[in-house]
C-alpha cells in the first residue's frame, strides 16, 4: 500500500467547519481500516475517528455529534467532515490505513503502518 495524504486543513474561527480529505489507495477492497488522528503541541497522538471496509465507524467522544467520518470507496478517498469546530480541536490531522483490522481498532495508533504527512486545523476562540 501506498501511504496516504491529507488535505483540506486551515484556520477557522470557533464554530466554524472544516472537511479534511485523505486519498488511500493500494489497500483491499473489502478488508481494511482508515482512520483520523489528531496530535496537538506536547499530547500524544488520539485516534479520533475510524471506519471499516463495511462502512461502521467509530468517535472519540470529544467529536460525537461534531465530526464525521466517511469514505468514498470509488474515489479512494477518506473524509472527515468538521463542525462546531473548537479551539481545543487545534492540532495537526492525520490520516491512516492499514490491512486486516476492524472497526474495533480504527482508532488505535499501534495499529496503523501506514500514515499521511499531516494537515493542520487551527481554531480560533
Known amino acids: 500500500a501506498q501511504v496516504p495524504e491529507e488535505s483540506g486543513g486551515g484556520s477557522v474561527q470557533a464554530g466554524g467547519s472544516l472537511r479534511l480529505s485523505c486519498a488511500v489507495s493500494?489497500?483491499?477492497?473489502?478488508?481494511?481500516?482508515m482512520g483520523w488522528f489528531r496530535q496537538g503541541p506536547g499530547k500524544e497522538r488520539e485516534g479520533v475517528a475510524g471506519?471499516?471496509?463495511?462502512?461502521?465507524?467509530t468517535y472519540a467522544d470529544s467529536v460525537k455529534g461534531r465530526f464525521t467520518i466517511s469514505k468514498d470507496s470509488a474515489k479512494n478517498t477518506l473524509y472527515l467532515q468538521m463542525n462546531s469546530l473548537k479551539s481545543e480541536d487545534t492540532a495537526m490531522y492525520y490520516c491512516?490505513?492499514?490491512?486486516?483490522?476492524?472497526?474495533?481498532?480504527?482508532?488505535?495508533?499501534?495499529?496503523?503502518?501506514?500514515w499521511g504527512q499531516g494537515t493542520q486545523v487551527t481554531v480560533s476562540s
Open positions: 491512516a490505513a492499514e490491512s486486516f483490522c476492524t472497526v474495533q481498532t480504527s482508532r488505535t495508533p499501534s495499529r496503523y503502518r501506514y
Open positions: 493500494g489497500y483491499d477492497r473489502y478488508n481494511y481500516c
Open positions: 471506519i471499516d471496509s463495511l462502512g461502521r465507524t
